[in-house]
């Protein structure tokens, strides 16, 4: 199947999707309407998940980024393709526990978390929660605490990349307000917080540079710097990368500007991102972080 073949116009001077004509499921529901096709959808998650197999030993989790497309149904798939997802509120999460899909498997990310957010994911024990300020890490630590756990995070590091994209969508440029700053030494100093804490474990780092990024370079170099950061870490402060969110932002087609990519030419993303991971760890002599990506919408768009 290419990425044409659920897609098109059919007989009746139609657009098809996934089989369904549109002009019917407009008069059964009404408009607007949103229609996706589940066949490619399963199609592009296996498309990461059998790369991240395949290239990396599996030592690493594809997560679907719901900010993209979240209901119940979208979380029974990606679960029954055996990947994990990104939560970024209190009401994905609720959507995620409705669906049954596995805490463990999950993320809880977002930059502005309210309280009552945090304590709802250490309590479904989620895989993750990714910090993005210093009274997050605290509030984590206070409530795992309460509960007598220890809770496992990410740190949201901004390595200073500008990927080639709009600049209203990039998120790791050195002036920008997401993640710890690597250049200005915040991301040296959370580190060192976060470890000094008895009741969150910190795995490691989460990095996303942005979204509708096409050109593979800035994903390499992302990588190349969040590397480096790691090694610095663990010479300076003993502290061991165990596992590294490079996040998503793989472009998909939107105008005949953008470039029309292939459900396989995904894949080349990821393998460029394995390829730099590998030649840093080699370098530095470093074990293989466990890897997580976050592809949103390539997977639904």
Known sequence: ?????????????????????????????????????????????????????????GNGLVLYASKAFSCQAIYRIADEENIGIDVVSGGELYTAKQAGFPMHKIC???NNKLAHEIEEAIDAGVGYIV??????????????????????????????IEAHTHAFVQTATTDSKFGFSIQDGTAESVTKYALSKANVCLQGYHCHIGSQIFEKQSFVLAVEKCMDFAVQMRDKNGFTL?????????????????????AEGYAEYVEA?????????????????????EPGRSIVG
């Open 1 to 57: 199947m290419n990425e044409r073949e659920t897609l098109k116009i059919n007989a009746k001077g139609h657009l098809e999707i996934g089989g369904a004509d549109c002009v019917e499921l407009a008069e059964r529901f009404s408009t607007p309407l949103y229609v996706f096709d589940e066949a490619y959808i399963r199609k592009m998650m296996r498309v990461y998940r059998n790369t991240l197999a395949e290239k990396y030993d």
């Open 108 to 110: 809880m990310h977002g």
């Open 131 to 160: 910090a993005d300020s210093y009274s997050e890490i605290d509030k984590i630590d206070t409530e795992a605490k309460k509960r007598g756990i220890v809770q496992n995070i990410l740190l949201r590091i901004n390595p200073g």
């Open 242 to 262: 165990k596992t590294l969110n490079l996040g998503g932002g793989f472009g998909v087609w939107y105008t005949d500007e953008d470039r029309k990519i292939p």
């Open 273 to 293: 991102l394995i390829t730099a991971v590998k030649e840093k760890a080699s370098a530095y002599k470093m074990p293989l972080p466990f890897l997580l990506i």
